[in-house]
């Protein structure tokens, strides 16, 4: 088979770079996708071959910044989906951690990174993720909600676990699936959220009605 020009797959390596940047795709994921075009093409092209011996994400960090540069690529031009590096998340951070590691903040970079794109609805629950654990919502007291909110943001990560390196080609059909997967989730978000609220807000005791917000402290 022909070998594959790596020039070709500028926004997938790009993405790869991202994830060995915020350390989100396994290193030995990377490697597989390299090792596949080393594997298919008959004189696979030098890039796939050390990526492949690459031994570390910072490794394939530096490698790919060293491939740009020495073959004149301009990366400022680039604007990608990060959808791929949301189903690493879902499948790669344990529940145990993800408020701790701050998940909600690492999604909320890809809203202003000028090179990804994503859709009103994604914009729209990236900054809504950990909206439930704040002490109010529309004027009224909620309880805790830590629980609630780890369900929040693995309920929406899911939506991405198909996307993976080893099935990149597939990703454009993968797009219109989550897109119709997206407005649906979004609806029932929706109800899920006003029930938690309805649920969980505290309701005003009769000390509280009486006395004037200040007298409580």
Not at 36 to 48: A, G, H, V
Not at 99 to 112: D, K
């Amino acid at each position: 088979m022909m070998a594959t020009d790596p020039k070709d797959l500028i926004d997938v390596i790009y993405l790869i770079q991202k994830g060995a940047a915020t350390a989100i795709i396994p290193k030995e994921e990377i490697t597989h996708w390299a090792d596949s075009f080393i594997e298919r093409d008959d004189e696979p092209d030098i890039f796939f071959i050390e990526l492949s011996m690459c031994h570390t994400l910072n490794d394939v960090y530096s490698y790919i910044s060293d491939f740009f540069f020495h073959n004149s690529i301009n990366t400022a031009d680039i604007v990608i989906s990060p959808r791929p590096l949301f189903g690493y998340c879902y499948r790669h951070l344990p529940k145990s951690k993800l408020i701790e590691w701050e998940v909600t903040n690492f999604l909320r970079q890809f809203t202003w990174d000028r090179h990804f794109r994503v859709t009103e609805i994604e914009e729209a629950h990236i900054y809504s993720l950990d909206d439930p654990y704040y002490g109010f919502r529309d004027g009224k007291m909620i309880g805790a909600t830590q629980e609630f909110t780890l369900e929040y943001v693995f309920k929406f990560l899911d939506n991405y676990n198909d996307y993976c390196l080893a099935n990149y080609k597939e990703w454009p059909e993968l797009d219109k699936k989550v897109d119709s997967r997206l407005v649906e989730f979004d609806e029932k978000m929706d109800i899920a959220i006003q029930e938690f609220i309805d649920k969980n807000t505290i309701k005003p005791t009769a000390v509280m009605k009486s006395k004037p917000w200040w007298k409580f402290w």
